[in-house]
C-alpha cells in the first residue's frame, strides 16, 4: 500500500523558516518524481514544486521560486520542502504527492502557518 | 498561464441522479486533465487522469470525456458517499488546479 507521511509544520513568523518532510513506503520511492501541493485555508490547490528521480531536475511555479527549495534522499525514501522567507500568503496545507501518469497519491498533509 | 474554470461551483443531486461536472481550460490541454474528489478534511484523492481512465479502485459509476479546452466528469448514479468538493487538474502545462464544485446531497 502507498504510503505518504508528511511532517514538519507549525506556526512560524514572517520571513522565518521551515522544512518540511514526507516518508514514502510502499512503492519503490526513487522511480518516481515527487511533488509538493498546497491548500490554503478554504481555497484550492495550488502546485507548489516537482523534483525528478534522481533529484538533479526541480520545478517551482513563480509563486515560490527562489524561497523554496525542493529535494529527496532515495535511501532513505524522503521527500522535503525547505520554505525561506516565508509570508502570511504560505499559510496552507501542504501535501506531498507522487507523480506517475498522474499525481495519483497524496499523504494527509501537514498544516503550515504563518503569522506573527 | 493556463487558467481551470469549473462550473458549477456548488451543485445539490439526489441520490440515484446522474451528475455532471464541467471543466474549461484556457488553452488546449491535450487531454492531460485529472479529476480529483476531497472530502471534508481529507487529502485530494484521484479519480480519473488523461481525461477517461479510472484510477486503481475508483468505482465504474465516475467517468470522464473531454477534449480541446472542455472536459466533463460524469457520476451515473450519485451515492451518499459521493459528497465532497471535485477538482480538476490539468498538467499540459505545469499544473493548474480548477477551484473546484462543492456536490451535497438534495
Known amino acids: 500500500e502507498v504510503q505518504l507521511v508528511e511532517s514538519g509544520g507549525g506556526l512560524v513568523q514572517p520571513g522565518r523558516s521551515l522544512k518540511l518532510s514526507c516518508a514514502a513506503s510502499g512503492f519503490t520511492f526513487s522511480n518516481y518524481y515527487m511533488a509538493w501541493v498546497r491548500q490554503a485555508p478554504k481555497k484550492g490547490l495550488e502546485w507548489v514544486a516537482t523534483i525528478s528521480t534522481s533529484g538533479s531536475r526541480t520545478y517551482y511555479p513563480d509563486s515560490v521560486k527562489g524561497r523554496f527549495t525542493i529535494s529527496r534522499d532515495n535511501a532513505k525514501s524522503s521527500l522535503y520542502l525547505q520554505m525561506n522567507s516565508l ?26 502557518t504563518v503569522s506573527s | 498561464d493556463i487558467q481551470m474554470t469549473q462550473s458549477p461551483s456548488f451543485l445539490s443531486a439526489s441520490v440515484g441522479e446522474r451528475v455532471t461536472l464541467s471543466c474549461k481550460a484556457s488553452q488546449n490541454i491535450n487531454k492531460y486533465l485529472d479529476w480529483y474528489q476531497q472530502k471534508l478534511g481529507e487529502a485530494p484523492k484521484l479519480l480519473i487522469y488523461n481525461t477517461n481512465n479510472l484510477h486503481t479502485g475508483i468505482p465504474s459509476r465516475f467517468s470522464g470525456s473531454g477534449s480541446g479546452t472542455d472536459y466533463t466528469l460524469t457520476i451515473s448514479s450519485l451515492q451518499p458517499e459521493d459528497v465532497a468538493t471535485y477538482f480538476c487538474l490539468q498538467r499540459n502545462s505545469w499544473y493548474t488546479f480548477g477551484a473546484g464544485t462543492k456536490l451535497e446531497l438534495k
Request: aromatic share 16%; proline share 0%.
Open chain 1, 87 to 112: 509570508k502570511s500568503e504560505d499559510t496552507a496545507t501542504y501535501y506531498c504527492a507522487r507523480r506517475a501518469a498522474s499525481l495519483d497519491y497524496w499523504g494527509q498533509g501537514v498544516m503550515v
